[in-house]
Every structure is written in C-alpha cells, then in structure tokens.
C-alpha cells in the first residue's frame, strides 16, 4: 500500500508550492516534545497570522503531531521538517504533510522527493547542491544553515548562476536580521525557531507566541 494510500483522515487540502510560498513569510520550525501541545500551538500560530507550519522530526511527536494539526486546526498548512530519508518522507506523507523540508539533500532523497510529487523544499547549502537539486527538475530549495553557510552575501552570490532558484534560508534566522533576507529577490520566505521558544510552549504561553506570530508576520514587506 503506498503512503498516499494510508494518509490520515483528515480533511484534504492539496496545494502546491507556489500557493505555500504565497500563504507564508516566516515558517516556524517547531519542535513537538509532548503530542498535546501540538494544536494549541498551531492555533497560537495560526491566530497571530503565520499558518505554513513546519514540524520537525526532531522528536517523537512530530509525525503525531502533525496527525492532530491536521485534524484539529483547518486553516494551517502543515508540513515536516528534517527530512533526511525515503522513509521518513514516506511516513511523513502517510501522516498528512502537506510540504516537507529537508536538512540537506542526497541523490537517493531527491530522487524520493521528486517520485512522490510532494511539494517541498529540499536543503542546499553549496552550488554543487543547488546544481544538484537542479537536476532533479526543483527550482525553490532552503538554505540552511543560513547564517553559518554564509547568509545574505552567500544567497546573493547564487543569483548569478542560479537566476532561476528561489530560496527559504533557515538556520540562524531571527527578528533581527529577517529583514535583512526579505531585501533579496531570490528569498521567498525564511524559516526560524524564533516564533516558538520551547520555554514559553512549555508554560503554554500561547498569547505570547500568537504576539511574536503577529511581529513576525509583518516583517515581510
């Protein structure tokens, strides 16, 4: 049975990447430790205007988490992050994600990616990586890690040779210097853990992140 085949429930809701891109401006990068704050999260979120939502497999509850997102909270566009293999995209999908982000990007996983026509958004980090993601037909990837690979001058280095690439740069993102990205014609949206202080989700403090939600939603021009 494919992963198509034994996706969740949940109501479908397929887009692809060019409506993502349009839906988003600063994905957060959420780390789920415990199930059940997973959809007061999402909502936090999603109330202070940020509704593309990357949940990582950094933890156990990803994938149940993005189960209950799905189920629980129609307006955000769940996808997961920290893809590294065929079968964690396999199971990803199976969950319901509706976009994947990987760390990187090998020729077995683009490979992947690409037969499985989920909207993503694989990692890059050199030209040899873009070249390669290239090659498999993919034109929008995520720069990571952003500021330690080089940031804003490193991305504006690839506008020569990669005219056609756009890119989410994620990795060292902050309120700070989001800004600083969003000047780039080539940068369609950035990715950071700012938004989710795993101090404050601990406290369920969800006011708090719907307001650094709000702030981080108008930072785009």
């Known amino acids: 049975m494919s992963a198509r085949a034994r996706s969740c429930n949940c109501k479908e809701k397929t887009m692809n990447l060019d409506q993502i891109i349009e839906a988003t401006s600063v994905m957060p990068v959420m780390v789920v430790d415990r199930p059940e704050d997973a959809v007061p999260l999402a909502r936090a979120l999603v109330e202070g205007g940020i509704r593309v939502l990357e949940i990582t497999l950094r933890t156990a509850a990803g994938l149940d988490a993005v189960k209950?997102?799905?189920?629980?909270?129609?307006?955000?566009?769940?996808?997961?992050?920290?893809?590294a293999t065929p079968a964690q995209l396999e199971a990803s999908i199976a969950a319901g994600a509706q976009f994947g982000v990987s760390p990187g990007t090998t020729p077995t996983l683009l490979k992947a990616i690409v037969d499985s026509r989920l909207p993503f958004f694989p990692g890059v980090a050199t030209t040899s990586e873009v070249m390669q993601v290239l090659e498999g037909g993919l034109t929008v990837m995520k720069f990571f890690p952003a500021v330690a690979a080089g940031g804003v001058k490193m991305l504006e280095s690839f506008r020569g040779p990669f005219p056609q690439v756009r890119f989410c740069p994620t990795g060292g993102i902050n309120a700070q210097n989001a800004p600083d990205f969003f000047k780039l014609p080539?940068?369609?949206?950035?990715?950071?853990?700012?938004?989710?202080?795993?101090?404050?989700?601990?406290?369920?403090?969800?006011?708090?992140?719907?307001?650094?939600?709000r702030e981080a939603a108008a930072l785009k021009p």
Do not use: F, H
Request: charged share 20%; with cysteine.
């Open 186 to 213: 080539n940068v369609v949206c950035v990715g950071g853990s700012w938004l989710t202080p795993k101090d404050l989700v601990a406290a369920g403090n969800w006011a708090e992140i719907t307001r650094l939600a």
């Open 68 to 83: 209950a997102i799905r189920r629980e909270v129609p307006d955000a566009i769940v996808g997961v992050g920290t893809i």
